[in-house]
């Protein structure tokens, strides 16, 4: 398959040579595994072909480029984690562990964008935020009920001041923002 014969949304051809070679036929030219890592990470669909034979090697590329991220000391999988998938070849549930393991993913990546959104929409709407706020209210209740003496008379806000409750908030939603440009210099 040629460049000419590849249609919008197809995955893009690499072929393996013998001499263990890659090349893209998307863009005409040689890449290495390192570049197929990063396409992967950039979504970028691309499907692997033994140049001589036509099979699809996919599957066992992507393998060894896990593999080579794991020996460079960047180990995501945890041990117990490859003992128990390696206890599954052979196991009845094989079958079952593509499937699963797909889902298990999907949902993840759902997770993760729902908490990148809603730190994107602002502390207002931010479920944490309202969470943070609930627990404060919930210590001041109690530190009220086991400490009777501690418990302070309301004061009246002098004019254009807000209410006590409101400063607290305010700067829970201080502290949240705080935590969120933290969030963003460490996701950068």
Avoid: C, W
């Avoid at 001589?52 to 960047?74: F, P, R, V, W, Y």
């Avoid at 309301?154 to 305010?170: T, V």
């Amino acid at each position: 398959m040629s460049k000419r014969d590849t249609k919008p949304g197809d995955p893009i051809i690499i072929k393996k040579y013998a001499n263990r070679r890659l090349y893209n036929t998307g863009t005409s030219s040689y890449i290495t595994l390192d570049d197929l890592a990063r396409m992967t990470r950039e979504g970028v669909d691309f499907q692997v072909v033994d140049a001589k034979t036509g099979e699809d090697i996919t599957h066992s590329i992507l393998t060894q480029i896990i593999m080579d991220e794991e020996a460079s000391g960047t180990q995501m999988l945890p041990v117990s984690f490859l003992r128990d998938l390696i206890s599954m070849y052979g196991n009845s549930m094989q079958s079952l562990m593509p499937s699963y393991l797909e889902a298990s993913m999907a949902n993840f990546r759902k997770n993760r964008e729902e908490l990148q959104g809603a730190f994107r929409e602002g502390l207002a709407n931010n479920p944490l935020a309202k969470i943070a706020e609930t627990n404060m209210a919930m210590m001041k209740a109690m530190g009220e009920a086991f400490l009777p003496n501690s418990r302070q008379r309301p004061q009246e806000p002098l004019a254009g001041q807000k209410p006590a409750q409101d400063d607290e908030i305010a700067a829970l939603r201080e502290q949240m923002a705080a935590m969120q440009k933290k969030l963003d210099e460490l996701s950068k």
